[in-house]
């Protein structure tokens, strides 16, 4: 992605293009998730603020709580999914249930738990999916040399937390899923490059 300056064009910074990603969320109500590298989410939540300034806070403020307690690192964040939704109580459902279907696919960061609605209508799809880094940056930062380090220092960052300020149930909860998206990472990193395999 480019930008022209004085007529000329010049990349945009990863932080510019994510500005420029964000901006086109809706500032309607509702439910996010925040998705990995792989696109996979890791985290879900709901917002009354607007989803735009929302997301906003989460990857640019250690305001937002699961960023202040080091539950999300947002250099892993590389996809935003919105779905509006004005009413109050659907909105609590909507969050609830895909909260229970993402986790059970790969934990989310969340700091707690939340119960699964019953009766839950037709599932909707997201209002708006966006991209906020670049291609060249995601393909960089899913490279297990240097992914795996990255969560590390995170995972470690997040043992200080908790031994030097909070020690509690929702910071030990998000530390145990930290230690298994550790793990999924150690094993990419330790796969063997099979294309050496094909050489003499």
Same mark, same amino acid.
């Given at each position: 992605?480019?930008?022209?300056?004085?007529?000329?064009?010049?990349?945009?910074?990863?932080?510019?293009?994510?500005?420029?990603? @964000?901006?086109?969320?809706?500032?309607?109500?509702? @439910?996010?998730?925040?998705? =990995?590298? =792989?696109?996979?989410?890791?985290?879900?939540?709901?917002?009354?603020?607007?989803?735009?300034?929302?997301?906003?806070?989460?990857?640019?403020?250690?305001?937002?709580? &699961? &960023?202040?307690?080091?539950?999300? =690192? $947002?250099? !892993?964040?590389?996809? %935003?999914?919105?779905?509006?939704?004005?009413?109050?109580?659907? +909105?609590?459902?909507?969050?609830?249930?895909?909260?229970?279907?993402?986790?059970?696919?790969?934990?989310?960061?969340?700091?707690?738990?939340?119960?699964?609605?019953?009766?839950?209508?037709?599932?909707?799809?997201?209002? #708006?999916? &966006?991209? $906020?880094?670049?291609?060249?940056?995601?393909?960089?930062?899913?490279?297990?040399?240097? +992914?795996?380090?990255? #969560?590390?220092?995170?995972?470690?960052?997040? %043992?200080?937390? &908790?031994? !030097? %300020?909070?020690?509690?149930?929702?910071?030990?909860?998000?530390?145990?899923?930290?230690?298994?998206?550790? !793990?999924?990472?150690?094993?990419?990193?330790?796969?063997? =490059?099979?294309?050496?395999?094909?050489?003499?």
């Amino acid at each position: 992605m480019t930008k022209k300056r004085n007529n000329k064009t010049t990349p945009l910074t990863v932080e510019q293009y994510r500005d420029q990603q @964000v901006a086109l969320l809706p500032t309607d109500k509702g @439910v996010y998730a925040l998705c =990995d590298l =792989d696109e996979v989410p890791i985290y879900v939540g709901t917002t009354v603020d607007g989803l735009r300034k929302r997301v906003q806070r989460h990857l640019t403020s250690a305001r937002s709580d &699961i &960023i202040a307690n080091r539950a999300l =690192d $947002i250099w !892993e964040v590389a996809y %935003v999914w919105a779905w509006k939704q004005p009413d109050p109580a659907k +909105r609590i459902e909507l969050e609830a249930h895909f909260y229970n279907k993402f986790h059970k696919q790969s934990k989310l960061v969340n700091a707690q738990e939340l119960s699964e609605p019953e009766n839950f209508g037709p599932e909707p799809d997201p209002d #708006q999916k &966006i991209q $906020i880094l670049p291609d060249d940056q995601i393909e960089l930062r899913k490279r297990p040399e240097i +992914r795996l380090p990255r #969560q590390a220092k995170t995972f470690l960052d997040l %043992v200080a937390h &908790i031994v !030097e %300020v909070k020690n509690n149930e929702k910071t030990l909860f998000g530390l145990q899923t930290h230690f298994e998206r550790l !793990e999924k990472y150690v094993k990419q990193f330790l796969k063997p =490059d099979l294309t050496k395999l094909d050489k003499p």
